[in-house]
């Protein structure tokens, strides 16, 4: 795969009500909190909660939380929704996140690796329900794989080493 491969365009639509209380779109555009950390390898954010229960301000002003700048957590009690794309041949990274993560594999086919060598293969149409297990994603099939990640804040399980909570920006 060639390094100037980029992840397809996601459309968001966003539904929210006017100062008056009236449900309406407040976004229908493109995401674009796009974010890499490896090579040909994307995550695109599409939304995020600070909280449970969620906050949802009236008023065609209310924060667009798919922009936030967030690292690999969601916020402190919050939730992270996103879709990642992993082209053949990615490079897999193991890792861990204090958080529960739903994920459902909207097209391709990918690898996870979990502790001592046991592997899962996810299909198009797959869900899972991660708890916190070190795991690695590795797409070893010929189109790249995209997968739904909604990620929530979740207790510490107080086993190795997971990835450090980083702070949120803005």
């Given amino acids: 795969m060639s390094n100037d491969w980029k992840p397809t365009p996601i459309r968001r639509v966003i539904t929210g009500h006017t100062d008056e209380g009236v449900a309406t779109v407040i976004i229908d555009d493109v995401a674009q909190n796009v974010k890499s950390s490896r090579p040909n390898q994307y995550s695109t954010l599409m939304w995020c909660t600070d909280s449970a229960p969620a906050q949802m ?35 897999p990274r193991r890792h861990r996140t204090e958080t529960i993560d739903y994920i459902v594999v909207l097209s391709g086919e990918i690898d996870m690796l979990l502790d001592q060598g046991e592997m899962v293969t996810l299909k198009t149409g797959d869900v899972m329900v991660q708890r ?10 010929s189109i790249p794989c995209r997968m739904v990640f909604v990620l929530v804040d979740a207790e510490p399980l107080g086993l190795g080493e997971p990835l450090q909570r980083d702070l949120p920006h803005g």
């Fill in 57 to 91: 301000p009236l008023g065609r002003n209310a924060e667009d939380m798919g922009n936030r700048k967030l690292g690999t957590y969601p916020p402190v009690n919050g939730t992270r929704f996103m879709i990642a794309e992993y082209p053949p041949g990615n490079h």
């Fill in 132 to 141: 916190g297990t070190y795991h690695a994603w590795i797409n070893r099939g």
